[in-house]
């Protein structure tokens, strides 16, 4: 039985992440230090996590991680919300819109951004039944 899915976004820095996370109404379940900077972050809100952790964090936990043919670099998550426009009003200004609203052949109304790593976030909310 699977129990759960969290994406982990490997990432440079993960401070320049979290205003938009903030502004969005996620906390910070855990955050681990690497140095002088945040290593490894968990962002929880209404049942849903994502989590970053940084390049340097990952060498000095599991490098192997790090190895193999294809490069890690900006990843997609997709997030279902109840309320679209009221999740709009908490994007912060100065984050990148890559499609302010936008409706789906399978049914959902979608804003897409991207974080200040370039991963994409796609924030969606499917019409009632």
Known sequence: MIKK???VLIVERIEPLLPLWDALGFARAAEVPHGDALGFVILTRDGVEVMYQTFDSVRGDEPKVLD???AIGASAVFIEVENLESLQAQ????TD???????????STETIIRDAAGNVITFAQFAAS
């Open 5 to 7: 899915i969290t994406p």
């Open 68 to 70: 193999g043919a294809r």
């Open 97 to 107: 819109i890559v499609v302010a609203s936008r409706q789906t052949f399978y049914g």
């Open 91 to 94: 994007i912060p200004d100065g």
